[in-house]
């Protein structure tokens, strides 16, 4: 199999969620700011939803669950944690064709997966094609708190990148073994940046909001319709007198929200929405 001299870097991820495909965007960015410069190559692929119509289905499934029935999580969690699919070979038969011709066709020098479902296959791929001592598969855990999927423990990974010291020490109980776990924190996207107070009241001021006053910034994504349902009603009964709160999400925020909170919001000059400018 030809190998190409220019650092080729293969990361695996699925839209389940929007997590995973910042992360993965992160990681492209902090790739092209390492190789600045110089040439490289790093393709990110949807490996879960691309490999099979069924997979797909259940990507589709769980999307509809996360943001229709967030209730139903739960069950839904439950139930992968005790069939396994990444491990189940009724999965794997149908999807490792093409797992099979991204390495032939692609030929990374290493493998990158962001996502729980994606790195139990790679592997065996990895060790079919008698590549496992030559391309490492690195796993880059986006679930930062303890009591996450299964799915992320694989006795063939090279390496774990994790956020925090509760991730690592999940990993330990699911089996990983410890040399194998490296501490990093969350992939962040290069274009989020610390702010001192000065640029922050630039911002405020940007934004046409008085810069002088405290100001929250909630983030969430694209499947948090219950997270932003249940913060809002809480924060509509405080008092506003010192606070002003900005909606982003790669949903249309208000549109989240009961029809009676959507028009509080809008008609509360203490409050602004900030409508998503990215799909990352």
């Not at 699925?14 to 190789?35: C, E, M």
């Not at 839904?76 to 070979?89: D, L, V």
């Not at 249940?230 to 009961?258: D, H, I, N, Q, V």
Request: hydrophobic residues 40%.
């Amino acid at each position: 199999m030809f190998r190409s001299r220019v650092p080729k870097i293969l990361i695996i991820s699925s839209d389940t969620g929007g997590g995973h495909r910042s992360a993965a965007a992160a990681i492209v960015a902090g790739v092209q700011k390492f190789f600045e410069g110089q040439s490289y190559a790093v393709r990110v692929v949807r490996a879960v939803e691309e490999s099979h119509e069924i997979t797909a289905k259940l990507v589709r499934l769980y999307n509809w669950i996360l943001r229709n029935r967030q209730g139903w999580m739960k069950y839904f969690y439950w139930a992968m944690n005790r069939i396994r699919p990444e491990t189940r070979e009724f999965f794997h038969t149908r999807c490792i064709g093409y797992v099979r011709e991204l390495f032939e066709r692609w030929c990374p020098h290493i493998v990158v997966s962001v996502h729980p479902l994606t790195q139990h296959i790679f592997a065996r791929v990895l060790k079919e094609l008698k590549l496992a001592e030559h391309i490492p598969l690195v796993s880059v855990v986006t679930d930062p708190c303890y009591g996450f999927w299964k799915g992320w423990a694989c006795d063939d990974v090279t390496l774990y990148l994790v956020a925090s010291d509760e991730a690592r020490r999940q990993l330990i109980d699911y089996g990983v073994a410890p040399e194998r776990i490296k501490i990093s924190g969350m992939p962040v996207h290069p274009k989020f940046a610390f702010a001192d107070e000065a640029a922050a009241q630039a911002a405020r001021r940007a934004l046409g909001l008085d810069p002088e006053k405290f100001t929250v910034f909630v983030n969430a994504g694209w499947g948090a319709a219950v997270t932003y349902r249940r913060s809002s009603a809480s924060w509509f009964t405080a008092s506003w007198t010192y606070r002003r709160s900005f909606w982003r999400g790669g949903m249309k925020s208000c549109e989240l929200l009961p029809s009676r909170w959507r028009r509080k919001l809008l008609s509360r000059s203490k409050l602004s929405v900030i409508p998503s400018t990215s799909s990352s």
